[in-house]
T-cell receptor, first 109, second 114 residues
Framework: ELKVEQNPLFLSMQEGKNYTIYCNYS?????LYWYRQDPGKSLESLFV?????AVKQEGRLMASLDTKARLSTLHITAAVHDLSATYFC?????????FGQGTILTVHP | DVKVTQSSRYLVKRTGEKVFLECVQD?????MFWYRQDPGLGLRLIYF???????EKGDIPEGYSVSREKKERFSLILESASTNQTSMYLC?????????????FGPGTRLTVT
């Protein structure tokens, strides 16, 4: 059974600081997804990582994938309040996704 | 833009009632999914469907059934609602373009069973 674990589950950051969210998964997969969810809203796709060593960046967010370590990271650079949300990673296996628990990110002034 | 819509944003039902949650996508996607989302547990897959009239159990199918009579519509049915089915329900669809499996989500239905 595929297991996906994120840490931390709660992250309180000051504006301007950097931090990383980690996503570990238990079985081989070469597709990993990051989603963002704002309070009361649905999930919005951020990144799709398709191969080992893949790195994608959008604004202050950068995601990477290490399939050998079964690890993906979501790095936040110089956080701003607008990044406050819940972030999920999800791993593809047999045509379906298994999600991590989610990381609730709060950025304070 | 892909659009996935769900029939209700909020729903309150009584224990024992039969509940229907409807999901419609407008992009001719083959695959559709139903998840429930609970705090600290992420999204858990209830059922999914690869094609019309086809369905597959996900990780937590107990107490639920589904129906897919048309490609664009996927319904989740709670045969006899119970309080432990109070949750946020999310529908998603995906086009298998190059094996991406990227899923597009609906706005969610927050169901309360009293």
């Amino acid at each position: 059974e595929l297991k996906v674990e994120q840490n931390p589950l709660f992250l309180s950051m000051q504006e301007g600081k950097n931090y990383t969210i980690y996503c570990n998964y238990s079985t081989t997969s070469d597709r990993l997804y990051w989603y963002r969810q704002d309070p009361g809203k649905s999930l919005e796709s951020l990144f799709v990582l398709l191969s080992n060593g893949a790195v994608k960046q959008e604004g202050r967010l950068m995601a990477s994938l290490d399939t050998k370590a079964r690890l993906s990271t979501l790095h936040i650079t110089a956080a701003v309040h607008d990044l406050s949300a819940t972030y999920f990673c999800a791993v593809a296996s047999y045509g379906k996704l298994t999600f991590g628990q989610g990381t609730i990110l709060t950025v304070h002034p | 833009d892909v659009k996935v819509t769900q029939s209700s944003r909020y729903l309150v039902k009584r224990t024992g009632e039969k509940v229907f949650l409807e999901c419609v996508q407008d992009m001719d996607h083959e695959n559709m999914f139903w998840y429930r989302q609970d705090p600290g547990l992420g999204l858990r897959l209830i059922y999914f469907s690869y094609d019309v009239k086809m369905k597959e159990k996900g990780d937590i199918p107990e107490g639920y059934s589904v129906s897919r009579e048309k490609k664009e519509r996927f319904s989740l049915i709670l045969e006899s609602a119970s309080t432990n089915q109070t949750s946020m329900y999310l529908c998603a669809s995906t086009l298998l373009a190059g094996g991406l499996y990227e899923q597009y989500f609906g706005p969610g239905t927050r169901l309360t069973v009293t």
